[in-house]
C-alpha cells in the first residue's frame, strides 16, 4: 500500500471519527454533520481504492462514478451500489439552506457509511 492510500484512508478514518463523535453528542446533536462526513468517508474509501487498484479518477463527489470506475477490478464491491444511492446526495443538500437531516436520516447514512468502509477495507485487505 503506498503513502498516497494511506493519506486517503487517513482522511477516511478522520470523517469516520468526527461523524461517531456527533452521532455520540449529547447535547445538540448536528445531524447534517453525521451526513456530511458519512458521504466523506465513503468517498474517501472509494478513492483509496481506486489509487490502489492504480485507477485514475476525476475530482468528483460523485460515488455511483468512483464506484463505476472501481468495477472492472472488483466486482464485489457493487453490494455497496445501493449505500452509495443514499449517501451520495449528502455531499451537498445538509451543507445549504433548504434541508435538515433529522435523526433518523443520520442513523441510515451513518449504517450506509459503515457498510461501504467495511467492503472498503476488506477490498484492501484491512481489518475492520
Known amino acids: 500500500m503506498n503513502a498516497i492510500v494511506k493519506e486517503w484512508i487517513a ?5 469516520a471519527i468526527c461523524l461517531e463523535r456527533e452521532w ?9 454533520a453525521v451526513c456530511f462526513h458519512a458521504q466523506q468517508c465513503a468517498e ?6 481506486l489509487q490502489e ?13 468512483l464506484l463505476a470506475l ?9 453490494i455497496v451500489g445501493e449505500n452509495l444511492v443514499q449517501l451520495d ?5 445538509f451543507r445549504y439552506p433548504g434541508a435538515t437531516a433529522d ?3 443520520a442513523k441510515m447514512a451513518r449504517e450506509n457509511c459503515h457498510l461501504v ?3 472498503c477495507r476488506a477490498h484492501l485487505r484491512m481489518p475492520e
Open 11 to 15: 482522511k477516511a478514518e478522520g470523517d
Open 24 to 32: 455520540r453528542a449529547r447535547k445538540n446533536p448536528v445531524y447534517d
Open 44 to 49: 474517501k474509501y472509494l478513492k483509496a481504492c
Open 53 to 65: 487498484a492504480g485507477i485514475e479518477f476525476d475530482k468528483t463527489h460523485k460515488l455511483l462514478y
Open 70 to 78: 472501481l468495477q472492472p477490478k472488483n466486482p464485489t464491491l457493487a
Open 89 to 93: 446526495a449528502y455531499a451537498v443538500v
Open 103 to 105: 435523526k433518523t436520516v
Open 117 to 119: 468502509r467495511k467492503a
